[in-house]
């Protein structure tokens, strides 16, 4: 079965650093397109970040220059490095794997997500 | 600025058919990039229900069908029945931002 289990969230002071893992099961991150996706508290649902299966990444404006996706194989974890954080970084952060057409991408399976809180 | 807009809420009886429209631009759908739609059960994580507009994932009811045509996609879902109240997400490539772009969900009530 393929699933996704995410770690490492917690409460941080703004400014501060924290790394998410999402450990894979059921099929290799290093063979699939793997992204992040948040959800601040009752809001709707943001893209962050994609990994893609030759090392390229992408990241939302507002997350860029901030925040780190990347894999371990060995592991075959998917990570997220968070610096700088924010308030509005608060969310539930959701690994995915990240399915693929000619015509676009989309996200399936979901991990059950990891709450990240920046608050004095 | 890219954005794929839905209606907040629609409602429905329990047997009716309800539809959640979601609208791009000429970045995302416009640009022949497919719409994706994910139900999002309370406290749970988001589920895929459409893929490439149209697609339902094994396991994933009839009951539920998409479909897009120029700068908009539909998600329909007929029968409604009570578990199938929920929050609705849309979703595109969007070429502007070399990422994902989701809509900003549609509560579907069950009355």
């Known amino acids: 079965e393929v699933q996704l289990l995410e770690t490492g969230g917690a409460l941080i002071q703004p400014g501060g650093s924290l790394r998410l893992s999402c450990a894979a099961s059921?099929?290799?991150?290093?063979?699939?397109?793997m992204s992040w996706v948040r959800q601040a508290p009752g809001k709707g649902l943001e893209w962050v970040s994609v990994?893609?299966?030759?090392?390229?990444?992408y990241y939302a404006d507002s997350v860029k220059g901030r925040f780190t996706i990347s894999r371990d194989n060995s592991k075959n974890t998917l990570y997220l490095q968070m610096n700088s954080l924010r308030a509005e970084d608060t969310a539930v952060y959701y690994c995915?794997?990240?399915?693929?057409?000619?015509?676009?991408?989309?996200?399936?399976?979901w991990g059950q997500g990891t709450l990240v809180t920046v608050s004095s | 600025q890219s954005v794929l807009t839905q209606p907040p809420s629609v409602s429905g009886a329990p047997g009716q058919r309800v539809t959640i429209s979601c609208t791009g631009s000429s970045s995302n759908i416009g640009a022949g990039y497919d719409v994706h739609w994910y139900q999002q059960l309370p406290g749970t994580a988001p589920k895929l229900l459409i893929y490439d507009s149209t697609n339902r994932p094994s396991g994933v009811p009839d009951r539920f069908s998409g479909s897009k045509s120029g700068t908009s996609a539909s998600l329909a879902i007929a029968g409604l029945q009570a578990e199938d109240e929920a929050d609705y997400y849309c979703q595109s490539y969007d070429s502007s931002l070399s990422g994902s772009l989701f809509g900003g969900g549609t509560k579907l009530t069950v009355l």
């Open positions: 059921g099929f290799t991150v290093n063979t699939n397109y």
């Open positions: 995915a794997r990240t399915m693929f057409s000619s015509s676009s991408l989309w996200f399936d399976p």
């Open positions: 990994l893609y299966t030759g090392g390229r990444t």
